[in-house]
């Protein structure tokens, strides 16, 4: 599968899994419906991370590959 989650786009992927995590897990009175889809796309935010692929941005043919990661020069010319 094509790589289209940058690595920009994938810490804050990152980031943001592990606040909903744990928001999810420090707060044992708070595991209603809406907590565990919270959880839930905490692991689809953290997958998609890992693996680079995110399938919304395949499906509307989006990508952040290179996306703020500046632009690349070759010093040696």
Known sequence: ???????????IRTD?????SYIYFNNPGIKSTLAIIGLLLAAHLLATAVFGT????????????GLGEGKKTNDNQ
């Open 1 to 11: 599968m094509k790589k289209n989650v940058g690595n920009i786009d994938a810490v």
């Open 16 to 20: 943001l899994a592990f606040v909903l």
């Open 54 to 65: 995110e399938p919304l941005y395949k499906l509307f043919k989006i990508s952040t590959v």
